[in-house]
């Protein structure tokens, strides 16, 4: 796992598949676990995580690290990465062309993590990971099974930020992913056994 990992994240901090290559300053490779049981999957990078390397690290990432919190999960706990690697220029949603270009990282990262429940933080990485008509706003918390992995959206803290009056609805999903996590995951909480 270690060696295949390592390459793979060497491979991907030097990738110039599309334009984003430009204008980046830092590939985004993810953050966390890579054993962890769970996987949350953004967008893109945005300027903080541009500047950092490092994904969800401004004002959404505090908040994100506090949805976390709220369930007893930490960055420790998670992997956390997006479908594109590189910041959008002026965070614009990556285009087709860019997550295309981009997809394959991923879908490496979550064969090597293996992951047994998939969190789609906001639309764009619902519609690419979960089905192409995704509807954030009627979908949220609702749960899918794709080749074996629980998967489910949340609104992205960004969103949230900007309407905060979502965030009741958000808890619930968390909520909703923390009794997931006791049901099926057997070392994300270290209190429990499997099915304890």
């Given amino acids: ?32 676990n890579p054993e962890a049981e769970l996987l949350f999957i953004g967008e893109g990078p945005g300027a ?8 969800f690290v401004g004002r959404a990432g505090k908040l994100l690290d506090d949805m976390l919190e709220m369930i007893e999960l930490d960055r420790t706990k998670i992997f956390i990465t997006n479908i594109v690697k590189c910041r959008p220029p002026q965070n614009r949603d990556p285009l087709n062309v860019e997550q295309e270009a981009c997809i394959d990282y991923l879908r490496r990262q979550t064969a090597l993590i293996a992951p047994k429940i998939i969190v789609c933080l906001g639309r764009i990485a619902a519609m690419q990971i979960i089905k192409p008509d995704f509807k954030i706003t009627k979908e949220h918390g609702q749960w ?3 080749a074996g992995i629980r ?19 958000t808890f619930d999903d968390l909520k909703a992913i923390q009794a997931e996590i006791r049901r099926i995951c057997t070392h994300t909480y270290p209190d429990q056994t499997a099915n304890g």
């Fill in 1 to 32: 796992m270690t060696e295949a990992w390592s390459a793979l994240r060497e491979e991907c901090l030097s990738c110039r598949r599309c334009g984003l290559a430009e204008t980046r300053k830092n590939v985004v490779f993810g953050d966390g």
């Fill in 48 to 55: 903080n995580e541009d500047a950092q390397g490092l994904p």
């Fill in 144 to 146: 899918f099974d794709k």
């Fill in 151 to 169: 998967m489910t959206a949340l609104y992205h803290p960004a969103a949230l930020l900007r309407d905060p009056s979502r965030r009741p609805e």
